[in-house]
């Protein structure tokens, strides 16, 4: 079994499905629209260095972000998919009120 370490900037994720948007119990589908794919932290790194500074990592394991669809690894490992993207390409952290 293996698990994935994050280098320098990266983070691992697993994507989430949030709630489709429903009119009464019809489903408005979104088709031809890009949808911004959500995911859940499951692997972070301590922080990284930017130029000679040391820069924390703002994430910790089971936040939910948005993430951007380009720039953003798929990868399988023991059947389970991640998706793996830098830190500074996070578009935001959903925080529920």
């Not at 900037?9 to 949030?18: G, H, S, T």
């Not at 499951?42 to 260095?49: A, K, R």
């Amino acid at each position: 079994m293996y698990s994935i370490k994050p280098m320098n900037d990266k983070v691992v994720l697993i994507e989430k499905q949030l709630n489709t948007q429903t009119y009464g119990s019809i489903v408005r589908p979104d088709m031809g629209k890009e949808k911004p794919i959500f995911g859940e932290v499951v692997q972070t790194n301590d922080g990284f260095y930017l130029g000679d500074n040391f820069v924390k990592s703002s994430l910790e394991v089971g936040d939910l972000v948005l993430i951007p669809i380009f720039g953003t690894i798929r990868t399988v490992i023991d059947k389970q998919e991640y998706l793996i993207c830098a830190e500074n390409n996070i578009l935001g952290k959903l925080i529920k009120d």
